[in-house]
């Protein structure tokens, strides 16, 4: 079993729509999540921590599920700029950063 | 202020080559970070250095693969001999880990395209 696990998409959706994605880790001692966003042929970027009480930064909110090991980002009123890759990425033992492969989302007019 | 700074951009080269990969991290970083990228498995990590020393070196796939941090400003990720199978985006990233937080801020360069063939 992948440690980070990824629906790769990709998911189409028209602009202004609410779109969802979930991510599976397969290490429950695991102890920091972020979600990162790559653009085509670029590198990754962090787009926002997740912390345990969920949080949110303008349209994008993040949760995370210890007991189910799961973390989800959800994107409200989506743009055509938020056409990209979001990368799930978890921390194991010290500063180790794992990534998932991806899920896939573009924003139709 | 510059980021990471990561070169070749691209390289083509021939099965049995060697390739040099390098990498300037942030200035004032203490850790940095080697990843392949590849459409199959994603970005996984070949290894990591703390204060130029590495610390986590359990993703090099094999002896064919070798990396230096001979100072806090330059590392080295190389490749010999090199295989189609190596073909991939490789990317060098950096950050600055104070105490036992971990803000998860990877800073990463554009990333070195390499196709073996």
């Known amino acids: 079993r992948k440690e980070v696990e990824q629906d790769p998409g990709p998911f189409n959706v028209p602009e202004g729509a609410t779109v969802a994605f979930n991510c599976t880790y397969s290490n429950s001692a695991s102890q920091s999540f972020f979600w990162y966003r790559q653009d085509c042929r670029k590198e990754p970027k962090l787009l926002m921590s997740v912390y345990s009480s969920g949080n949110e930064d303008g349209r994008f909110t993040a949760q995370l599920n210890r007991a189910s090991q799961y973390i989800s980002l959800l994107i409200r009123d989506s743009k055509l700029s938020d056409s990209a890759t979001y990368l799930c990425v978890v921390t194991g033992g010290g500063n180790k950063l794992t990534f998932g492969t991806g899920t896939q989302l573009k924003v139709e007019l | 202020d510059a980021g990471v700074i990561q070169s070749p951009r691209h390289e083509v080269t021939e099965m049995g080559q060697e390739v040099t990969l390098r990498c300037k991290p942030i200035s004032g970083h203490d850790y940095l970070f080697w990843y392949r990228q590849t459409m199959m498995r994603g970005l996984e990590l070949l290894i990591y250095f703390n204060n130029n020393v590495p610390i986590d070196d359990s993703g090099m796939p094999e002896d064919r693969f070798s990396a230096k941090m001979p100072n806090a400003s330059f590392s080295t990720l190389k490749i010999q001999p090199s295989e189609p199978r190596d073909s991939a985006v490789y990317f060098c990233?950096?950050?600055?880990?104070?105490?036992?937080?971990?803000?998860?801020?990877?800073?990463f360069g554009e990333g070195s395209r390499l196709t073996v063939l």
């Open positions: 990233a950096s950050s600055s880990l104070t105490g036992t937080e971990n803000t998860g801020e990877l800073f």
